[in-house]
């Protein structure tokens, strides 16, 4: 049985909302920057996905002075303070109503952690109704952006676990699964998308509410006794 989850932020525990570049977009240009959706949308995406795990960009503002700097600007205190709330809703997520559901239950039996590819200041106010204290792995504590190895490993001596231990649940079979079960971790799938099948996962679920259920060991079979030989007249 394992003793940890490590579950998929986006696609699995929360969905992505209404967010988009253009209010960024809009006030940017609104503050005097010759700025187009093309560029703002390049670097905003590499400090993300690149500098962000390398420089453990830890708040909102840092985040835009760095997407700034890469196209040549340098904003005042009080233009980051008035971009930083577009920037936050452009990556705006909700809870699953499952997660809802299933995560406060799980962390009762198991230890949880939420790994995600994005900062956390993203991630964190997303599980606040939650009021648990998971662990919250992202590319600012692991130094690396998913789907790298040292990602998974730095969940697992997060929960102070082996990966044997600690089933990893990812709706995003490739990216989500491939590399944690290389690694000797158990893979769940979880089928958001109706998807019959997936290479790298060891159990399926239609739902979180299924999580706990599929993760119980299978009880050993026991043979049936052999019959009794017939007494001898």
């Known amino acids: 049985m394992a003793k940890g989850i490590l579950l998929d932020f986006e696609g699995t525990v929360a969905r992505r909302t209404d967010g988009h570049l253009e209010p960024c977009l809009r006030e940017v240009r609104d503050l005097g920057y010759d700025v187009y959706r093309p560029e703002l949308q390049a670097a905003y995406d590499f400090v993300l996905h690149v500098e962000l795990p390398r420089k453990g960009i830890d708040n909102v503002e840092a985040f835009v002075e760095a997407v700034m700097k890469h196209l040549g600007h340098k904003p005042k205190r009080t233009e980051l303070m008035s971009l930083a ?4 809703e452009y990556h705006r997520f909700a809870l699953y109503e499952d997660a809802a559901r299933a995560i406060p239950a799980l962390a009762k039996t198991h ?7 994005l900062p956390p200041f993203l991630v964190k106010p997303v599980l606040e109704p939650l009021k648990l204290a998971l662990a919250v792995v992202t590319p600012r504590q692991a130094k690396a952006a ?4 040292k990602v998974f490993r730095f ?8 990966p044997k231990d600690v089933a990893v649940v990812s709706a995003d079979c490739e990216d989500g699964l491939a590399v944690p079960k290389s690694l000797g971790f158990p893979t769940v799938f979880l089928r958001r998308q109706g998807e019959a099948t997936c290479a790298h996962a060891s159990t399926l679920i239609k739902s979180l509410d299924e999580l706990e259920a599929a993760l119980r060991p299978v009880p050993a079979k026991v043979d049936a006794p052999a019959p009794a030989a017939p007494a001898k007249a």
């Open 85 to 88: 709330p577009l920037f936050t």
């Open 111 to 117: 230890k949880v952690a939420i790994v995600s590819g």
């Open 146 to 149: 998913l789907p790298s190895p």
């Open 155 to 162: 969940a697992a001596q997060a929960l102070a676990l082996r």
